[in-house]
């Protein structure tokens, strides 16, 4: 009985193993298939400058424990139609816009490009 045990684990631990290396490689493809895709739509995208206000700001951090921890800046604008737009920033143009601010984005698909406050 020990041989067919033994024998069965031989056979099915190395199909898991491979189903999960599969998984993981596809998720790492899908992933880097995904990115490249929305940087080409953006760069495909026109570079549009619209009135808009800052409506509020959040971060996301990411990693910690034994990794380093990122942390992902998001700004959500709203546009005089009514229409909200969330980018994610870098962490100083984070700390510069204050949630109220009125004035110019420019921005090109999902990618933030500037803002440029009205008086």
């Known amino acids: 009985m020990m041989e067919t045990q033994g024998d069965w684990m031989f056979t099915v631990v190395?199909?898991?193993?491979?189903?999960?290396?599969?998984?993981?490689?596809?998720i790492i493809l899908f992933t880097i298939i995904k990115s490249i895709g929305t940087w080409n739509k953006n760069n495909q995208s026109p570079r549009l400058n619209s009135n808009a206000q800052v409506v509020?700001?959040?971060?996301?951090?990411?990693?910690?424990?034994?990794?380093?921890?990122?942390?992902l800046y998001y700004v959500t604008f709203e546009f005089d139609s009514g229409?909200?737009?969330?980018?994610?920033?870098?962490?100083?143009?984070y700390g510069q816009l204050v949630e109220g601010d009125y004035g110019e984005l420019t921005?090109?698909?999902t990618r933030y490009l500037g803002f440029t406050r009205h008086r």
């Open 56 to 71: 509020t700001k959040r971060t996301s951090v990411r990693g910690g424990g034994e990794t380093n921890a990122r942390s």
């Open 14 to 26: 190395p199909i898991f193993m491979g189903a999960i290396f599969i998984l993981v490689i596809g």
């Open 107 to 109: 921005f090109q698909g």
């Open 83 to 93: 229409d909200r737009l969330e980018l994610q920033v870098d962490g100083q143009e």
